[in-house]
């Protein structure tokens, strides 16, 4: 138990954190988007995967920066690809989104043993190039808490900046612009904008693109930093657990991230543990933060139920 | 009144015309990808075509999976017709085989009270595991979706651990039990062929769920609070009550697939990642089939003969069965939408934005 203690409150694991909480923190920041303009993007799981792997693919033959940008534009198109079918044809979101995750789970594995030249094993995976870790050697050299502050701020990826930088821009953009307004407007109640004259299906539209380019980052972050290659079903729920933090985090950005953060404790947590605790089978390990999703949801769920119940008297009879 | 007048008719043809034109495009696209992959795609797509006919075995493998596909399509068709999205139906399946597994490993396992026991012990099992998402929705609000797919990471996990670790032969690194005793599984209908009890049980469960739904008051509560949850409420049914029991029900079967899966000829053992993702593909099958308990296993017929024709493919030729997730996606995507069989005006609405697009970009 000392061991685990000794570990959890190291730097490594600190930054272990950062690492397994950014995908879900892009995923999250993604699913609470299109959850705020009303269209639930149960695909968040789908885009990741195809992203992870266009990032993948694109690397073997472009630089890194460029594979970020492909892996990021794979989830937008899958998002404007999601808006046209639900917004234009008027599918049900939920059944788009589950379509979507289909042709990820088998259109994946198909593209992969094309790709590694018509292996049809299960097991292929494809070496990718990584995303360059951020190292600042200048905090070192503040005295007094200078190595700590390296140690916990040096080594991140990229895209872990990008991630707390997003969470801000998207609160900023939410709350305290235009657009912003209009987006939470729509999700809340669709009638009213409609009746100010915001296009209501086009603000749903570019909601869903701009969830799948967040959910693309986290698919790129989870093939080009957390493992650096693709294997088969390698988000392995995250984008799931994603649709749970969302909720978790009180439809919030600042929230989203809190969520996020936890989530990815936990998945850390089934990253150290088996080195310290050989005798815990690896599947009951993996099995975590699956358990603690539903624990939180169902928690969190409770919360907000109360919430309502009080605040019921002074709004309308809603659902 | 005649076949050809009565709307009812004309609707179901509407909605077959809309499967099959689905189902056209689909295979069009499929094929593209399979010309544009393989070194010899009329082969590849041939097989994908025939192969389930190409022998006595084949045919036996396909109706093994209509039987499977009928049964998972039952179980999501109960759920969405009470408009819940609970997606637990494979969860239910792992904790359902587990159960019946426990059954048949036991000295029950060797009496003729093998099967009835371990049908009616699975089925159990996996209602119990459908009504958690289902009283976590009623009784705390918790989101069915995500806490059903928890669910199924869960038994999945907690399934294959149990597997490798205690139920496999231990010494042996196998990953799956030894082989059931004879009386716990199914008798062959034909000699040499994996024609089982399953078929059997999945037409009596299409028989049972089309009565539960259609003919019983349950069953009309049910589809009331799908159609209309408030609604529902002011006519005095309780909503949250029906929802949940609606899960239960769908879990049920769930767990009866499960039994089927490890009682069936074709496993009869307890194996990890059995399913192979077949139980989540019900979605599909409920789509297609409206929710209809009675076109289930129509559209099991013509997705099991796809499905087992492109694992055949992916044996005899170069494309893997994957492929068929294209079908998939595009079957799903092009039912569920408004998508009608094309003609000029769909084309024509496909490709034109609407006029307030236009008078906003004067706008701007």
Request: glycine share 10%.
């Amino acid at each position: 138990m000392t061991e685990l203690l000794i570990t959890v409150f190291s730097a490594t694991f600190f930054v272990t954190v950062i690492r397994t909480s950014t995908p879900l923190l892009f995923a999250t920041l993604g699913g609470l988007i299109s959850d705020l303009s009303g269209a639930l993007n149960v695909a968040l799981e789908g885009m990741m995967l195809i992203s992870a792997l266009t990032a993948v693919i694109v690397s073997v033959h472009a630089p890194w920066y460029v594979a970020v940008l492909a892996g990021f534009a794979a989830g937008g198109v899958l998002g404007a690809l999601m808006g046209f079918f639900h917004l234009r044809l008027k599918a049900d979101i939920i059944l788009v989104g589950f379509a979507v995750n289909i042709l990820a789970a088998g259109g994946t594995v198909f593209a992969l043993s094309l790709a590694t030249g018509g292996d049809k094993g299960t097991s292929i995976n494809l070496v990718s190039k990584a995303i360059p870790t951020i190292d600042l050697p200048f905090l070192a050299a503040i005295p007094g808490i200078g190595p700590l502050l390296h140690s916990l701020l040096s080594g991140h990826s990229a895209l872990s900046w990008l991630a707390i930088l997003s969470v801000f821009g998207i609160w900023y953009f939410l709350y305290r612009t235009p657009p912003g307004l209009w987006l939470r407007g729509v999700g809340e109640y669709p009638a009213a904008p409609e009746a100010a004259g915001i296009p209501v299906a086009k603000v749903r539209f570019w909601s869903l693109v701009a969830s799948g380019l967040l959910a693309g980052l986290g698919g790129v972050q989870l093939a080009m930093f957390n493992y650096v290659g693709f294997t088969r079903d390698m988000t392995a729920g995250r984008g799931f657990i994603a649709l749970g933090a969302v909720l978790l985090g009180a439809r919030h950005p600042i929230g989203a991230m809190w969520a996020a953060l936890l989530f990815g404790v936990f998945d850390a947590l089934s990253i150290v543990m088996p080195n310290l605790f050989s005798w815990i089978p690896a599947e009951l390990i993996q099995s975590i933060p699956f358990l603690v999703t539903i624990i939180a949801l169902i928690l969190f769920s409770l919360r907000a139920q109360r919430a309502r119940r009080v605040a019921a008297p002074l709004r309308s009879a809603d659902t | 009144m005649s076949l050809r007048t009565d709307p009812r008719f004309k609707a179901a043809g509407k909605e077959i015309g809309r499967a099959v034109a689905a189902l056209a495009v689909a295979l069009l696209v499929t094929f593209v990808v399979v010309l544009l992959t393989s070194q010899d795609p009329i082969k590849a797509f041939g097989t994908l075509l025939t192969a389930p006919f190409s022998s006595m075995r084949t045919t036996g493998l396909w109706i093994d999976e209509v039987a499977k596909l009928t049964l998972t399509g039952l179980a999501f068709a109960l759920v969405f017709q009470a408009r819940q999205f609970s997606m637990g139906v494979q969860g239910q399946v792992y904790v359902g085989a587990l159960f019946a597994t426990f059954i048949a490993l036991s000295p029950l396992g060797a009496t003729l009270l093998a099967l009835p026991l371990g049908i009616l012990v699975a089925m159990l099992a996996g209602a119990a595991y459908g009504f958690i998402p289902g009283y976590a929705k009623a009784r705390f609000g918790a989101n069915e979706i995500v806490s059903s797919l928890m669910l199924n990471y869960l038994a999945i996990k907690v399934v294959n651990y149990l597997i490798r670790a205690h139920l496999a032969p231990t010494g042996t690194g196998q990953l799956m039990t030894e082989k059931f005793p004879a009386q716990s599984i199914f008798p062959a209908l034909l000699p040499n062929t994996r024609f089982d009890l399953g078929i059997v049980i999945a037409v009596l469960s299409v028989a049972a769920v089309w009565f539960l739904l259609y003919r019983t008051r349950w069953g009309l509560k049910l589809r009331l609070v799908g159609h209309n949850a408030r609604f529902a409420e002011y006519a005095g049914i309780p909503s949250s009550l029906t929802m949940i029991s609606a899960m239960t029900a769908a879990g049920a079967i769930g767990g009866l697939l499960g039994a089927v899966y490890v009682h069936g000829r074709a496993f009869g053992r307890l194996a990890i990642d059995f399913d192979g993702n077949l139980a989540f593909e019900g979605i599909l099958v409920a789509i297609v089939a409206r929710d209809r308990p009675l076109v289930v296993p129509i559209v099991a017929l013509f997705y099991g003969y796809l499905r087992q024709g492109a694992q055949l493919m992916a044996i005899r030729s170069d494309v893997p069965s994957e492929v068929i997730s294209i079908v998939q996606a595009i079957i799903i995507l092009l039912v569920a939408s408004s998508f009608t069989i094309p003609g000029k005006a769909f084309w024509v609405r496909l490709f034109r934005f609407g006029p307030a697009r236009t008078v906003e970009a004067a706008g701007k």
